[in-house]
């Protein structure tokens, strides 16, 4: 079973920064792919971006390339977003989550975090 805790959003200025973490179990980098997704108000899920297991390759949503950058500490178990040049409509609540195999896919994913809520003002 995969532990996954979200933390670091809140409440920021459009031009703003920052830094989303998800605290994983053990060994979860080792054994499966991540992912950071958003969920807006009446909007579905969406993918932002991507970790392989394998090699740590990163894949990103198209409206968030450039801005956004997905890593990993290994060591703390714990997976990052930074979030630059925030716009108001990256507010949303995001969430990480894990699947197995190394591809970075926007489905099939099988464990998910409960989310933490990023507001972006304009």
């Known amino acids: 079973q995969v532990q996954l805790e979200e933390s670091g959003g809140g409440l920021v200025q459009a031009g703003d920064s920052l830094r989303l973490s998800c605290a994983a179990s053990?060994?979860?980098?080792?054994?499966?792919?991540m992912g950071w997704f958003r969920q807006a108000p009446g909007k579905e899920r969406e993918f932002v971006a991507g970790?392989?297991?394998?090699?740590?390759?990163?894949s990103y949503a198209d409206s968030v390339k450039g801005r956004f950058t997905i890593s990993r500490d290994i060591a703390k178990n714990t997976l990052h977003l930074q979030m630059n040049s925030l716009k108001p409509e990256d507010t949303a609540v995001y969430l990480c989550a894990a699947r197995t195999g190394s591809l970075i896919l926007r489905t099939g994913y099988n464990y998910w975090g409960q989310g933490t809520q990023v507001t972006v003002s304009s």
């Open positions: 053990e060994r979860t980098f080792s054994t499966y792919t």
């Open positions: 970790i392989s297991r394998s090699d740590g390759r990163t």
